[in-house]
């Protein structure tokens, strides 16, 4: 039998854990808000170290030297073809950007008269604010400032990206390393189940990434011939703008449609609805041919959530947050079905879960070691 006191001093140790542990969750979860943008820093340096990493191993199986050598081959080959690429295109894509920066207001002026000739039009017009009230809305909203936040400035712009790019190198050089440190941190019995899920959530980047770079280059090269062939001024521009944004799912097409939109307008309403069909075309050809690629061998991210996702995190942080967001929420889904579902659940017959059965675990060898050590 238990005296009172035993269980009221028992009584006293449950409620100090739990009250710690909920201090301990809501300090982390302060320490996340403060430093969100820095996790997010972090996760595309973990974005490129898995391309990085996929790019070395396919080099490995031709060059026969130490994976870090590979990774560092991959790397300076991956910057001189960028250098080389930016000395190429550079001269004519500025020439095009400065033209780009003239004809828009142009056109948008030429859109306005347009509209003003229809009842209609000229609603949606008189809604709109003029162009000193539209400046004035953005300086007192703060909407600059804190669209880019940390990243907004040019110096820290800079820092950023050579932070990214440093990362990304140790992280691809030695990814068991830092693997190995963090299933250290779970139970022997698990570590092994953790070692898969961490392997599950390198595979679905590493082929999101592929899709991503497949359809940017799609999307850029088509683009680009497709305006040529229309007839709009700075295709090789609008086609280079079409490709980068094309990494941000939703949105990035549609922003790239604006600027191709309005220089269309410039020659004709037709050409513009030309140039719209165009980028339908594009997307519609690219959403069923390399989208269904990738959800062959990655989890399938539901549109209207990945919308819901990519608002919340360019709310929170910025630009950087509606870049990221996509690969986020595919590592966040894949840690769904695996821990949630597969195993506190038991639900095995998902079709996602087929896919995910089928990865690979990761460096299983240090799991071993680290086990029998530990033993």
Do not use: C
Request: proline letters at 5%.
């Amino acid at each position: 039998m238990i005296s009172p006191i035993n269980f009221e001093r028992t009584h006293v140790q449950r409620v100090l854990i739990t009250a710690g542990i909920v201090i301990f969750a809501l300090l982390t979860l302060l320490l996340l808000y403060y430093t969100f943008d820095i996790v997010m820093l972090a996760f595309a340096g973990v974005l490129l170290a898995i391309f990085l990493r996929g790019l070395a191993d396919l080099a490995g199986r031709y060059v026969k030297v130490g994976e870090g050598w590979l990774v560092l081959i991959v790397s300076v080959l991956l910057l001189g073809i960028l250098a080389g690429s930016i000395a190429l295109l550079a001269p004519s894509v500025a020439e095009q950007a400065r033209h780009l920066r003239q004809e828009i207001p142009v056109s948008i002026q030429k859109v306005g008269n347009y509209l003003s000739q229809y009842g209609w039009g000229r609603t949606i017009i008189e809604q709109l604010p003029t162009t000193e009230a539209a400046k004035q809305m953005i300086t007192d909203s703060g909407f600059l400032s804190s669209l880019g936040g940390f990243f907004s400035s040019t110096l820290g712009a800079i820092g950023n990206f050579f932070v990214v790019i440093l990362l990304a190198i140790y992280l691809a050089t030695e990814p068991r390393f830092y693997v190995h440190g963090f299933t250290k941190l779970f139970p022997v019995d698990r570590r092994f189940r953790v070692n898969e899920v961490v392997a599950g959530i390198g595979e679905t980047l590493r082929w999101w990434l592929i899709g991503k770079v497949g359809s940017m280059i799609f999307i850029g090269i088509l683009t680009w011939i497709g305006l040529s062939i229309i007839g709009v001024p700075l295709a090789l521009t609008l086609g280079l703008i079409a490709g980068l944004l094309s990494f941000i799912p939703n949105f990035g097409p549609i922003i790239s449609a604006v600027p191709a939109l309005l220089l269309a307008f410039i020659d004709s309403p037709i050409t513009a609805v030309y140039v719209l069909a165009l980028y339908i075309g594009v997307q519609l050809i690219e959403s069923n041919l390399v989208t269904p690629i990738i959800e062959r061998e990655t989890v399938e991210l539901p549109p209207a959530l990945t919308i819901i996702f990519q608002l919340a995190l360019s709310v929170m942080i910025g630009g950087l947050g509606l870049v990221l967001a996509t690969p986020l929420l595919a590592m966040m889904m894949v840690l769904v079905q695996m821990v949630y579902i597969q195993d506190v659940l038991g639900d095995k017959d998902t079709e996602v879960n087929e896919k995910l059965d089928d990865v690979p675990a990761a460096a299983p060898d240090i799991l071993d070691r680290s086990e029998s050590v530990d033993g």
